[in-house]
């Protein structure tokens, strides 16, 4: 290229200074940046900056490409019309939407956008901007719109609905594959496409999301059940019956919310007061669950006691259950730093030989 650009007279120019002719963006937005024809006599020195490029023309025919630097233009040629055209080589950002059918007749809505940038100015300029003026980025979207929506609709009519609704990224990177071979023809390197959403009629939405939210729900249960399931099996290395201690936690949300009032043999009451009893009994239920079964259901322990024990039996039941709530009291409070350590040892010594008693 440089000994092309040097066999035409235009070298690199001294970098420290004088003067020379660049494009202005903010003056002459656009994708390029025709110098009028009344100038060019006046050009010695020109600046294309990194993302530009250079198109010289003599009498309409490609004369030169001229890469990003300061170029000095050492030998014009005398006769002939010449021109020059800067080209905005950055990343441009071109819209489109269209509607079509899938495979299966369902009809969508996509839309979108696709990235891309000049690549080969020459290409560009012979065959978008031919002998325009000015030439801007809505001009390349209108250009390019029928095209995109041309391959958009040929892929997608690949496709059903189904896919595409699930495997919108798979359909994405086939469209990626078919948009940079049409854009490389006309000098344009394609960098990406974007489709946030296909536009479809709710009830086809509705349809779609049912397996996906079943799949969900479903993946939940199997996470909940093995979680209980390690649950149940920490319980039972503890020597905990989960069984008898589920019953409990049965028990005490009946006290939040009972379903009735009534005989104590009768109804719905009957369960909680057989399970209460039995309960009771289990030296794997926990203290503190018994502790709140007691509190809940003081009449459920009042049947039991009136109906498995005799009057001197109840009086003793009674005692030991007083008993038990003053050991009980001492854990709490070693525990809360109300008494040391040998002070409940001495205490629990003498509530024990008690409740031995």
Do not use: C
């Amino acid at each position: 290229m440089s000994s092309i650009l040097s066999a035409l007279g235009i070298i690199p120019a001294n970098e420290k200074g004088g003067s020379h002719t660049e494009w202005n963006h903010m003056l002459n937005p656009g994708l390029i940046y025709h110098l009028p024809s009344n100038q060019m006599r006046f050009l010695k020195v020109v600046l294309v900056k990194e993302y530009e490029s250079g198109i010289f023309l003599r009498d309409g025919k490609l004369y030169a490409v001229v890469p990003p630097g300061r170029w000095l233009l050492s030998r014009m040629p005398v006769v002939g019309k010449m021109d020059f055209i800067w080209v905005d080589t950055g990343i441009q950002r071109i819209r489109f939407g269209l509607r079509t059918l899938t495979s299966d007749g369902v009809e969508l809505g996509a839309n979108g956008v696709v990235y891309l940038r000049v690549s080969n100015a020459e290409k560009f300029i012979i065959n978008l901007v031919t002998a325009k003026e000015l030439y801007f980025s809505n001009d390349l979207e209108v250009f390019l719109r029928d095209q995109l929506n041309s391959i958009m609709r040929a892929e997608m009519g690949h496709y059903d609905v189904q896919s595409l609704y699930l495997e919108r990224d798979m359909f994405v990177s086939v469209a990626r594959v078919k948009l940079d071979e049409m854009f490389g023809d006309i000098g344009l390197e394609f960098r990406s496409v974007e489709i946030p959403n296909f536009l479809l009629p709710d009830d086809v939405i509705s349809a779609l999301r049912k397996p996906l939210i079943a799949s969900k729900e479903a993946q939940a249960l199997i996470q909940t059940g093995t979680a209980t399931a390690q649950i149940l099996g920490k319980m039972r290395e503890a020597g905990v019956d989960p069984v008898q201690y589920k019953a409990a936690e049965a028990l005490m949300k009946y006290a939040e919310k009972p379903s009735g009032e009534g005989s104590l043999i009768g109804g719905d009451l009957l369960m909680p007061l057989v399970f209460f009893g039995v309960l009771m009994k289990d030296n794997s239920i926990p203290k503190d669950i018994k502790n709140s079964l007691q509190q809940m259901f003081p009449k459920y322990s009042d049947a039991n006691t009136n109906i498995s024990k005799p009057k001197e039996e109840k009086e003793n039941t009674k005692n030991k259950e007083n008993i038990q709530e003053v050991l009980d009291g001492l854990d709490i409070r070693l525990a809360k730093g109300e008494i040391s350590e040998e002070t409940y040892k001495k205490l629990k010594e003498k509530w024990e030989a008690k409740k031995e008693e």
